[in-house]
Structures are given as C-alpha cells and as structure tokens.
C-alpha cells in the first residue's frame, strides 16, 4: 500500500505544462480511467472522494488520472478564466496523457455534475470508450439559476457573516469563485446529448433541480444513497464522502472495461 | 511564475507544489498550511490565488497538504497529531530550502491551520513570522456584550430565526469534523511572548465570521494584554467577511493586505532594487 501511494504521482502536463494532474499507476493492464472533476466549490468538495476512487481503481488493476481544467485547482489560470471549450480540451489533453503513461489501450471516464458533462460531451475528441456519469447536469439554465439564486443567498446569510450586506452586486461570482459571462452564456445552453458512447448514469437519492434526469435515461440510472446538497450554502465547505457511490462508479467501470 | 508538483517528506508522504518568482533573492519563503479539512488550494482556492500572488512579488511559496489531508498520506511514524504537523511543516520548509534556496519562512495558517502554524513557529527557529486567520483568542465579557446585545434588539435576526425555524422540515445530518483541542489561553500568550522575544513578526487577522468568540480589535488585547504592545504584533479584523472569505471581494481584501504585510516586514531585497 505504501509503496503503490509512493508511486503516485503529481505533475504539470499540456502544452504549456498549465494543467496539474495526478497519476495513479496500476500493476494490471485493464482500461485506464480519466477522473473529470466537477467545477467550482464542487471541484473541492468532491476531492478526496475523487482521490478516495482513484486509489480504489488502482489498487483493482485501472491506472487513473485524476487532473485540474485550466484556472480551477492547481492548474494555471484565474478563476474566471475557466470556460467551456477550454475544458473540452483539457479533458482529450488529459486523455492523451493518460494514454502515454498508461501505454495506450482502452481510456473509460468518471464524471460529477460538470465533469460529468465534459467526459461525454469530449468523449469522440478524446477517444474515451466509456464514461459514469455521477448527477450529470441536464438543464444548464438551471444550473446557471441555481448559482446565481446560492450567491444571492451567500451575501445575507447571517449564519455566515457578521451582517447581511444585500446591496454588494456579486453578479459576477458563483459560490465562491470569479466567473464570466462566457460561461454564463455557455452554460445557459448546456443540454444533454446522447453520448453514443457505453455510459452510465449514477443519480443522488435527492436529485437538485439541474441534475433531474428525464425519461430517455431515468430507466437506466442507478439511484446512489448520498446527499451532496450541491444547492445549499450551508455546504459549500463539506467534503462529500460517500462509500456506495464509489461502489457504484467502480462496478460500472468494471463492467464496461 | 513557475510552478512544480513535488511528492516529498521523510517517507514521501506529503504532496505539495512549489510556486517561484522569476527572480530569487533567498529571502523568505511562504508555506500555506491546510485550513481544516480543505486540500492545499484553500477555501475557494485562496492559497492558490495568494501564492501566485506573492510569487510575482518575489517570494517562493509552497502549498502542502499535512499528513493524511488532501493528497497526503500517513508518515508511518508513531507521532502524536501535533508532533507530526510539526514534522510535516519541518519536511515542508526543507524542500522549499532546496528549491528557492530560501532559509527563513512565513506560515499562512486559516482556522486550524492557524493553531498549526503557531505550534510550529513555536517550535522552530526557521520560522521568521506567521500569519494566523481566525486563530487562538477567547471570549471576553466585552465580546458577549457585543455579541449578545444587538441580537436581543434586532428585528431583523428574530425574523431570520423564526423563518428558519419554520423552513427547517428535518433536523439536518452530523457534519464530519476534525476538531484539535486548542491550547489553553495561558499556554499560547506564554508561547507567543517567546515567538514576540525571539524576533518573529506575527498578523492576526479575525473574520466577522468568527463573532461567537472574536468580535472587535480591541479583544485581542482583551485576551493578550501586553502583547498587543509589541512591534511584531499587527492585528486586523475584516468585520464584513466569513470565516472562509467566499466572497471574491472579500478574498481580494485579504491578498492585497498580505501583500503589503510581506512587503513592510520581508521587504524583497534584489540586487540593484
């Protein structure tokens, strides 16, 4: 065990070497799989559960990359410049790499909310043969509604601050980073497609609104027991943990590796 | 700005990245240490932004994540939790000395990380100032006069406790905490005279996020007395912001006072500048 944790590496890669990632070697010669990090403060809360299913992976014979999109984690670049088609990028650059440390051969992903999203909406470019998609985002306007309903909430919360302060404008933040109106307007149009792709959908026992699955994928998604309250602000600094999800997300990449 | 990904420590089982200035003058070097359970970004990626910060001013940084947070894993090393944060800070500061050269340092420490940072400031020598967010300090009769007399007079918070009484439909789930007993108040003016007498130069920084036990500047004479006096000694209270400075505005109040802290007691001292 301590000797596979020596072995995992973090590094800069891409061009430019701006983006962090963290490679997790593995003695078998299955699939290896790429970890697409959701985005924001979810990127955070979601990390030692990412690094928690990296470590699982590994240990049952997948090399795992887990990695930042540009100007989110370690990875270079401001927090608001994070934006949708930079991201796609990252995800086949850090499909490539995976592919060049693991030797080539079959590359599934694993996804949350936003992550989830970039692994399918990437998959062609990035020639990923299957993706887990952990409360995917199905209504992108929703989404952009919820973050700007959470910091309209932040700013009075009087169980966070002080005192309300209702005339700061905080139309440029989401929960507690910069963002722009390119990803605004990215976002707003963000639907779910058919990725065409072996997939499978992993739903949080209490769906948010932006994450409702319809009836075409419903049928086919697992319910997971786990409550991330992705829109509460009580939250925003609660890691979420969750055995039967990482379960879950490992049996499905079994199962498609 | 160059930033390198390293695994290191005594059984290379600390992760970190180092951050350097195009130009290096082995003044001080800047280690961020965890707040809570948060991995080495920081809260809304703070040491992050930070970090960068000051390495365009000049100043080598290292984020790190103490043993068995973020990306670290355990040493293997029978120490008690605060010997070990002590060890880990110690590997910290070697790696950022063989990086940048570098033999002095200044800790970023927010909430518990505050309480880790004074323990190793404390205990090494190499520690040449710290910053403490939301760190030690006490309730104070001043503080629950403050504290406790507005609410009783405020509408407004009779409202918000009435209305979140209505909302609440289920009592909500225990939150997971990694909670280190803080040392008693006599314990820590003791050892930060000793900090005081041997040269360091130490920021207090308190958020209005933190009002149950730290609600205005004058407190921390309340809890320190004399130390207030001392030259090494600056204390700020940012009234408006939270605990974890969510807000943008907020987190850049913060970088810019950093900055000029850095800037009047570690002044960047290159060659022809």
Known sequence: MKARIEAELPFYFGPGRELFGFYHPAAGMRAAVLLCPPFGVEQIRCHRLYRQLAHGLAEAGFPVLRFDYFGTGDSAGESNAFEWTRCLADVVTAATELRMRHGGGRVLAFGARLGA??????????????????????????????YDHMQETLKVDLNRFEYARPELDVSTQWPGFETSDRLRVQLQDLRLLDPGIASAWLASSVPDEPSKLDERYAGKCERVDVSPRWEEVDSLELAILSHPLLDAAKRHLKEMA | ????????????????????????????????????????????????????RLNALGYPTLRFDLSTIGDSGASGQRLSRPEQVVADVRDAMELLKQQSGCTRFVLFGLCSGAQNAHSTAFADARVAGAFFLDGYGHRTLGQRVRHYLPRLLSLSVWRQRLMRRRAAAAPRPAEPAFVVEPLPPKIVRAQLADMLQRGLKLDFIYSGGVARYFNHIRQFREC?????????????????????????????????????????????TRPGT
């Open chain 2, 224 to 268: 320190f007395g004399r130390l207030a006096d001392d030259p090494g000694v600056s204390v700020n209270y940012f009234k408006q912001a939270d605990h974890t400075y969510v807000l943008s505005g907020d987190r850049q109040q913060l970088l810019e006072h950093v900055a000029q802290w850095m800037g009047r007691h570690f002044p960047i």
């Open chain 1, 117 to 146: 999203n970039a692994a399918l909406a990437a998959a062609q470019a990035a020639r990923l043969d299957g993706v887990v998609a952990w409360d995917v985002i199905t209504d992108g306007a929703a989404l952009v509604r919820q």
């Open chain 2, 1 to 52: 700005m160059h930033e390198q990904a390293f695994r290191f420590g005594g059984a290379r089982h600390l992760v970190g990245v180092v951050g350097l200035p195009a130009l290096i003058d082995q003044g001080v070097g800047v280690i961020f240490l965890n707040a809570g359970m948060v991995y080495r970004v920081g809260p809304f990626r703070l040491h992050v932004e930070l970090a960068r």
